[in-house]
């Protein structure tokens, strides 16, 4: 059980940051109750100054485990995407270093806000140069989906972890996510687990709070997620059948969930956020490793969780796809400030026509440009999965390939004025007409809401060592209409 650290943001919200000092007491005491992990990230408030003068406590042996462990401390780097040089990530894990007032980060996991920018390939890569030197012990991932994953690892790229969202509410995980995550050595640590306080006593058999009521942002997000599932009606269920069990074993409600989510077979650790100095839960929180959930346990959990909705997509998706479940509602206007990843140019002599390139050596040398937009039409050349200016990304895995190519796509189409929504016809070419199941789902979870026409052929040969290339044609419909 790892002890999270965002919460320190939610109190530093009125501009007064926490006391370190005082803070990093109230850390001391989380790890001399046995809760020695402790889960951060560059933006949640002060929580990494705080962590550095904690780490200092422990270097003067002024801390104490249970196990005589050393107290470890993960973070995240959450950068803007953009070029990713390694004059840039050194600097961003520097920050991290230096407010951590520590030589080695214990784990660094990367969160990447937009597939469709690949430059999150270059972050990983420069981040294993810094952990093959010593500053990282090891590195993972946050709210990466299945699919992103997927081209990670076919890029050569290891990760020893994936932090997502994983509770009685939120069940995605268990899914695709710990089917991949089992078969390539990766672990889940699993945050939401308490759905930000929701499943607990507190909250059993109460009528609806009002909006007034809901006063941190945990709450708020968690809000969101019991509306997706099929509203207050659907968790006094899963509470019901929690308190059942929680009756059965002496524990509480919260035991029960923290202990369901511990039980999913790709996870490593729940992380419980904590409100350092302000109110904490420590020993009914030990009291979730006193008991294990028997088969009559799961099947009742199991009958209340048939009542709820499942959460849509993949996940992550709730920080890049509507409807947005995230602290800070809807996050539209966050993700389309972001830079265009292609520069639009002019056609020469052809005032409607716009177009964009990729940077290929070849776009110059053959002609041809990237994607091309004339009128409200946007035509996408034949795709591959070439990540700079001649990098095979995923060598030999179609699946992943194809992953990269509709990231790809998203991008020029966006540079253009379009999205993958726009779409009304793809055409796929396979080198192995026996992939195409695992790539018609990819073209499906990317694609499946558009229904655009499609064409998918084996051909003989691919130009380099590709498994496939897409090519994509897109209208845009005036605003306003349909």
Same mark, same amino acid.
């Given at each position: ?50 962590? +550095? ?7 003067? *042996? ?25 004059? @840039?990530?050194?600097? %961003? ?92 050595? @990766? ?9 930000? *306080? ?62 369901? &989510? ?10 419980? +956020? ?97 994607? &091309?937009?004339? %009128? ?5 050349? +034949? ?21 990269? @190519? ?41 694609? *499946? ?34």
């Amino acid at each position: 059980m790892v002890t999270g650290l965002w919460q320190v943001a939610d109190m530093e919200r009125s501009g007064q940051p926490l006391d370190p000092d005082r803070a990093a007491g109230a850390m001391a005491a989380y790890a001399e109750a046995g809760f020695d992990s402790f889960d951060m990230a560059d933006h949640y408030g002060s929580a990494e100054v705080i962590t +550095g003068h904690f780490l200092d406590r422990v270097r003067r *042996g002024e801390v104490r485990t249970p196990s005589g462990a050393r107290p470890t401390a993960f973070t995240k780097w959450c950068p803007e995407p953009g070029p990713m040089t390694g004059d @840039i990530v050194r600097a %961003g894990i520097g920050r991290s270093l230096e407010r951590m007032r520590t030589d080695r980060i214990d784990l660094l996991q990367l969160h990447w806000w937009m597939f469709e920018h690949p430059a999150y390939l270059d972050a990983m890569g420069e981040l294993a140069s810094l952990q093959q030197e010593g500053q990282i012990g090891h590195l993972g991932v946050t709210n990466f989906d299945t699919d992103h994953l997927r081209v990670l690892t076919g890029h050569g790229l290891r990760i020893v972890s994936n932090q997502v969202s994983f509770s009685l509410l939120d069940r995605r995980a268990g899914e695709d996510m710990t089917a991949f995550c089992r078969d390539n050595g @990766i672990t889940l640590l699993a945050y939401g687990t308490l759905g930000g *306080g929701f499943l607990s006593e507190r909250w059993l058999g109460r009528p609806e709070p009002p909006a007034p009521e809901i006063g941190d942002w945990s709450k708020m997000k968690y809000r969101r997620f019991i509306e997706a599932i099929g509203g207050w009606d659907a968790l006094q269920a899963i509470l019901g059948a929690a308190q059942t069990v929680a009756r059965k074993h002496d524990v509480s409600i919260a035991n029960v969930a923290t202990r369901w &989510v511990l039980e999913q077979p790709a996870v490593a650790a729940v992380i419980v +956020g904590a409100r350092l100095g302000e109110r904490e839960h420590r020993a009914d929180n030990l009291r979730a490793f006193s008991f294990a959930l028997d088969t009559e346990d799961r099947s009742l959990i199991n009958a209340a969780l048939a009542r709820s909705r499942r959460l849509p997509g993949d996940c992550g998706d709730e920080y890049r796809k509507p409807p947005y479940l995230t602290a800070s509602g809807d996050l539209s206007h966050h993700l389309t400030r972001f830079p265009s990843v292609y520069a639009v140019q002019p056609v020469p002599d052809r005032p409607s026509r716009a177009r964009v390139d990729s940077g290929s050596v070849w776009e110059p040398v053959a002609g041809f440009s990237r994607a &091309v937009r004339v %009128g409200d039409r946007v035509l996408v050349s +034949g795709t591959t999965a070439t990540h700079g200016t001649g990098e095979v990304v995923c060598p030999g895995d179609a699946v992943g390939q194809t992953v990269y @190519i509709l990231d790809k796509i998203a991008a020029s189409l966006s540079a253009l004025g379009a999205s993958l929504d726009d779409i009304v016809r793809t055409r796929i070419y396979l080198r192995d007409a026996d992939q195409w199941e695992g790539v018609s789902r990819v073209h499906g979870r990317y694609l *499946g809401h558009v229904r655009p026409a499609n064409t998918l052929l084996e051909v003989s040969r691919l130009v380099g060592d590709y498994e496939v290339e897409i090519e994509a044609e897109a209208v845009v419909a005036p605003e306003g209409r349909p």
